[in-house]
């Protein structure tokens, strides 16, 4: 991968920078996929993959999780499909096992004598039998429903999927998705972009982690940045979220090829993280450090929950947001 390009001045002129990465459908044969040493052993022979051997090599060489990323692109279907499900698996364990705190989750909560929620049977069984035995009708104060407790936080996750995106990233994107799931299981939303905006888990669906994680896992990086459009569309999924904080976890490059109004949407957000490829961060931080947003490089996928955690407890509005300065993209 050719290196970023330096970023502009602020106030200069704006151009649209190249997008590096792998053009739309074109996938990854065997003989690239077998420059990495243990491709031989992880796959055998075509349309397998051996998930012991590539367990042996995750607790050798935690990198050859790269391979596994790069597998979700291979030429070969089986081969393809079979990466997909098995780093679906490994990014959901990851974010499992990340911190205990699981801030914004929405819980059941007990409540006796509401008029909402769902009958709790076991929980009513006492109250309904005192009714009984008083001889009275059975009110409300004698039954126990349960119902949702507002969630504290509310995330719509935003996956660039431009000619930048790679399978290293795109398992990123699918660890943070995970994370969140676990975090706010009710109040989340998955989006995917580039010339279009893609909406992989609406606010509030019923889809499962694994599921989306699947879904991020086969993209294929092509196309323009339009960078704007995927920040509105995540600022309309969570206007109707219950919870009081609402956060955009944008995974991006954050190189945009158009004329847009990036900055202006990204300091309309309730609150913005950035997380950006490492070894590709230049207009990350640029627009971080304009708009107020929080950022991190990540430097490896199964990193990024982890750096997502760290930003998440920082204080919500720890940079200033400069007036009338424009990026230059």
């Not at 879904?215 to 704007?228: D, E, I, S, W």
Request: aromatic fraction near 2%.
């Amino acid at each position: 991968m050719t290196g970023p390009p330096t970023a502009p001045a602020v106030g200069g002129p704006r151009r649209p920078s190249p997008k590096s990465g792998r053009p739309e459908g074109r996938t990854v044969g065997r003989h690239e996929l077998a420059r990495h040493p243990r491709f031989a052993e992880i796959s055998p022979e075509a349309g397998t993959l051996d998930e012991d051997a590539m367990s042996r090599a995750l607790a050798d060489d935690p990198t050859a999780f790269e391979l596994l990323a790069l597998m979700t692109t291979a030429t070969d279907e089986r081969l393809r499909a079979a990466a997909i499900r098995l780093s679906a698996q490994i990014v959901l364990d990851r974010a499992r096992a990340g911190r205990p705190a699981m801030h914004g989750t929405s819980r059941l909560r007990p409540a006796r004598g509401a008029t909402d929620g769902d009958l709790d049977i076991d929980a009513s069984i006492d109250g309904v039998s005192t009714a009984r035995t008083e001889a009275r009708p059975v009110g409300h104060d004698d039954l126990t429903t349960v119902h949702w407790a507002r969630p504290r936080t509310a995330f719509a996750v935003v996956v660039d999927r431009s000619g930048s995106m790679s399978g290293a990233r795109l398992a990123a994107a699918a660890t943070v998705a995970a994370a969140c799931a676990l975090r706010a299981p009710q109040e989340h939303a998955v989006l995917s972009f580039a010339a279009t905006v893609e909406v992989i888990r609406p606010l509030g669906s019923d889809i499962a982690p694994a599921v989306v994680a699947e879904r991020l896992l086969g993209l294929r990086g092509h196309g323009v940045t339009r960078l704007a459009d995927a920040l509105k569309a995540a600022r309309e999924q969570l206007a109707p979220a219950r919870a009081r904080r609402r956060v955009v976890i944008l995974l991006s490059d954050c190189r945009s090829t158009d004329e847009d109004d990036t900055l202006e949407t990204a300091c309309g957000l309730p609150e913005l993280i950035i997380l950006a490829p490492a070894d590709d961060h230049d207009q990350a931080a640029q627009l971080a450090g304009l708009s107020g947003a929080r950022w991190a490089p990540v430097a490896h996928p199964l990193d990024a929950a982890a750096a997502l955690d760290q930003l998440l407890e920082a204080p919500a509005a720890e940079t200033g947001r400069p007036p009338d300065q424009r990026l230059g993209f």
